[in-house]
């Protein structure tokens, strides 16, 4: 596909998420992910983690219902949601007690980890990669903590150095563990979704399992 039309995919989804009112066009990302691998439960309860400005919230938010929860957290304030049922939480993921303060806001144990975060980039590939997988292993640090038996993990990661390490982690902790990229993700752009279904339990730690 040439660059133009890359463009004008970009702009349809851009519009479509300003007609059908969510705050971002990456809410098509999750509704895709969820289209093919059903990771988010009607009913369920959900982090997502780098949330604002809250598109893929108010999308896990309509998928789980009234009877659901999203927590929706990211180190920016996140402006306030009609729907009910999105929790906001401004915290730094880098910042040690993020299973904590999940915990405080949340009764039982989580379905569905998402994280779409990503800091700002420079436009120097490693270290764009580098700071992403760090923030994708505290992700999962928590993950490890917060997710029932049987939970789900999704996260963008950037293309590079410890993509196979990281899934060689993700693969000791879950089931199923797919990459995927979302057709409304921008072909140009390094991010890839990795997809990681019914969780076994394992409580690793990533940082050292990927040195
Ligand atoms: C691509 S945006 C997420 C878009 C979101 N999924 C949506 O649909 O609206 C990535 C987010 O990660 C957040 N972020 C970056 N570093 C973070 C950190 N250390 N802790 C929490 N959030 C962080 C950024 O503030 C940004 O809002």
């Not at 702009?11 to 999750?30: C, H, P, T, V």
């Amino acid at each position: 596909m040439s660059s133009f039309q890359d463009e004008r995919k970009k702009d349809q989804f851009f519009l479509k998420a300003k007609r059908e009112g969510f705050r971002s066009r990456a809410s098509y990302k999750l509704a895709q992910i969820q289209d093919h691998f059903k990771i988010i439960p009607h009913g369920g309860l959900v982090v997502d983690l780098g949330a604002a400005p809250g598109g893929w919230s108010q999308m896990a938010s309509d998928v789980v219902g009234n009877g659901g929860v999203v927590i929706a957290l990211d180190i920016k304030d996140i402006a306030p949601f009609r729907r009910k049922n999105i929790i906001r939480l401004k915290y730094d993921m880098r910042e040690e007690k993020l299973a904590e303060i999940i915990h405080e806001h949340i009764d039982g144990e989580v379905d569905t980890v998402l994280c779409d975060v990503a800091g700002d980039v420079t436009g120097n590939w490693t270290l764009d990669h580098n700071r992403q997988i760090y923030l994708v292993q505290l992700a999962l640090t928590a993950s490890f903590r917060i997710l029932r038996e049987g939970g789900n993990f999704v996260s963008k990661v950037f293309q590079g150095e410890y993509v196979n390490k990281l899934e060689e982690v993700v693969k000791k902790c879950f089931e199923e563990v797919s990459w995927y990229k979302p057709t409304a993700s921008r072909k140009k752009s390094a991010e890839v979704y990795i997809v990681a279904k019914r969780y076994n339990g394992k409580k690793l730690d990533p940082i050292e399992e990927m040195e």
